[in-house]
């Protein structure tokens, strides 16, 4: 896959694609980031990016002729799909981040200022996203958070293929808990149906687990999710359990 990310900020995205797992996914080939200033395609010796809006108000507003500008040229590079990150857009989730993986190119467009003019939103945008609802300084740590998110999803980009399978939101439930050695810990000890190497025992104990966390924590989600014949039973044991501790 490659991304192309278009940003007046590029020095914010080295440490995050450079490292660790996306770091290594470019290394072996799986991925391509490449980071554009917008600045380098102003017109002026000032290299201007934005300007008063017009109407009247605060701040400034990114113009359309250096945006397009730059977005045309990233576009003879890499024909994906434009996305804007933006309060505006849909939420993004786990789901936006499967079917963005499957594209074999994609742009972001990271904006700053009060937003940029509509035009380039109503002429050279595909899509919007929205990382939550909260008004962060830029579209930069969204285009982060949106690149990290569907990187991970790319085949090969994770050592384990089942992780990225198993893990929270994937089955439309949050994830079981997880332990590692020592068996014993400042006291606190490790369920023992996980030390017993009883597969289905452990399967089980993992899907009850899974269903135990999402009703307490995300009950919205088992709401939206059909559960079959032994989740529902699973169900039914946490809920006798919870009433006979008196919850
Ligand atoms: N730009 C500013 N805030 C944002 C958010 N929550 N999501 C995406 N882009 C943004």
């Excluded at 949106?146 to 994830?175: C, K, M, W, Y």
């Excluded at 023992?192 to 190497?197: A, I, R």
Aim: with cysteine; net charge negative; hydrophobic share 40%.
């Amino acid at each position: 896959m490659r991304i192309d990310v278009l940003t007046l900020f590029p020095e914010m995205f080295g440490a995050a694609i450079g490292s660790s797992i996306l770091g290594r996914a470019q290394a072996a080939g799986l991925l391509t980031i490449r980071v554009w200033n917008i600045r380098d395609f102003a017109f002026d010796k000032h290299r201007t990016v934005d300007d008063i809006p017009y109407g009247g108000g605060a701040g400034m507003v990114m113009k359309p002729d250096v945006v397009v500008a730059c977005i045309e040229h990233v576009k003879t590079i890499n024909p994906g799909k434009v996305v804007y990150l933006t309060p505006q857009g849909a939420v993004f989730n786990q789901t936006k981040a499967q079917s963005l993986a499957q594209e074999a190119n994609l742009v972001l467009l990271c904006g700053h200022y009060e937003g940029i003019d509509q035009r380039i939103r109503d002429g050279w945008i595909d899509d919007e996203i929205s990382i939550g609802d909260y008004v962060l300084t830029g579209g930069e740590l969204p285009a982060m958070v949106v690149i990290d998110a569907v990187a991970r999803l790319i085949p090969g980009v994770l050592g384990d293929e089942t992780s990225a399978q198993e893990e929270s939101f994937v089955n439309g439930l949050l994830e079981y808990p997880h332990y590692t050695r020592p068996a014993e810990f400042r006291g606190r000890g490790v369920p023992p149906v996980l030390l017993s190497g009883h597969h289905e025992q452990i399967r089980k104990w993992r899907l009850k687990e899974a269903l135990r966390m999402t009703l307490a924590r995300r009950p919205d989600l088992l709401e939206k999710r059909q559960l079959n014949a032994e989740e529902q039973q699973l169900l039914r044991e946490i809920l006798t359990e919870d009433c006979n501790e008196g919850r």
